[in-house]
């Protein structure tokens, strides 16, 4: 299987900045998209920004022009980029990538994967 862990959230004044990592291992093949996503309290979970595989990029808009994703594929990590920092940002953030991995060594074997992180808390005061 393939498993997010994230790191990078805290406590920070509004205005601050953050950087959110997320790090995917296991028996990966390919990773296609991978994602940021974030639920507030008593909010459902929404997307933040994701960036496929060629470097596309796709940003909610409330956070176009402060927050930056970014990849490096050789290590399968994805980076969040959080600038001018609202409260109004404050919820648990959640990792998200897809792609197929090996669940069988021999004869080699390729099955899609949909994985999520644990989260990671974002506070945002004012």
């Known amino acids: 299987q393939v498993q997010l862990v994230e790191s990078g959230g805290g406590l920070v004044q509004a205005g601050g900045s953050l950087r959110l990592s997320c790090a995917a291992s296991?028996?990966?093949?390919?990773?296609?998209?991978m994602g940021w996503y974030r639920q507030g309290p008593g909010k459902q979970r929404e997307l933040v920004a994701a960036?496929?595989?060629?470097?596309?990029?796709n940003y909610k808009d409330s956070v176009k022009g402060r927050f930056t994703i970014s990849r490096d594929n050789a290590k399968n990590t994805v980076y969040l980029q959080m600038n001018s920092l609202k409260p109004e940002d404050t919820a648990v953030y959640y990792c998200?990538?897809?792609?197929?991995?090996?669940?069988?060594?021999?004869?080699?074997?390729?099955?899609?994967?949909?994985?999520w992180g644990q989260g990671t808390q974002v506070t945002v005061s004012s």
């Open positions: 998200n990538a897809d792609g197929s991995f090996y669940y069988s060594d021999y004869p080699a074997e390729l099955a899609d994967f949909d994985s």
């Open positions: 296991g028996t990966i093949f390919s990773i296609n998209t």
């Open positions: 960036i496929t595989s060629d470097g596309s990029t």
